[in-house]
């Protein structure tokens, strides 16, 4: 993506919270649709930036989350932001796949509030997530 030295700059400015978490919006550059919200540690923020591939931490599993690994859909920075108080990270990415969701979706954000009570699914699945995961998901 960049040299190490840009890489470097880039962590240190970032505030971790007191988890040593950052969260982290994925948006397709694409098409600008936000594509998911994670968690990124230092180590996964710098593992992101060396390899042009999103790593991400999963907080309910407790462990480094390479995303993809398991579906396929991973994916690819083209750009890295930080915001006004450098305590969120949005990444402009290529997504390659069919869905950055783990529930099949292109997006984590398919479900829309619906007449301000009811929660209406506004996306069409991109692949069987029981077919990708088995029936763990």
Same mark, same amino acid.
């Given at each position: 993506?960049?040299?190490? +030295? *840009? ?6 400015? #970032?505030?971790? $919270? ?7 919006? /994925? ?6 649709? @936000? ?18 591939? @999103? *790593?991400?931490?999963? %907080?309910? &599993?407790?462990?480094?989350? %390479? ?8 994916? %690819? ?5 930080? $915001? ?5 990270? +949005? ?8 869905? /950055? ?9 398919? &479900?829309? +509030? ?6 209406? *699914? #506004?996306?069409? &699945? ?12």
């Amino acid at each position: 993506m960049t040299d190490h +030295l *840009t890489h470097s700059a880039f962590v240190s400015a #970032v505030k971790f $919270d007191d988890d040593g978490l950052v969260p982290a919006v /994925a948006q397709s550059k694409e098409t600008g649709e @936000v594509l998911m919200l994670a968690w990124m540690t230092k180590a996964t923020l710098e593992e992101t930036l060396a390899t042009g591939q @999103v *790593t991400y931490w999963s %907080r309910s &599993r407790r462990k480094v989350w %390479r995303k993809g690994e398991t579906s396929g859909n991973i994916q %690819r920075v083209k750009h890295a932001y930080i $915001d006004c108080d450098s305590d969120t990270i +949005l990444l402009q990415v290529e997504q390659v796949g069919g869905a /950055a969701c783990h529930e099949g979706y292109e997006s984590c954000f398919f &479900r829309k +509030l619906d007449g301000g009570k009811d929660w209406k *699914t #506004v996306d069409e &699945r991109s692949y069987d997530p029981k077919a990708v995961y088995g029936g763990s998901k």
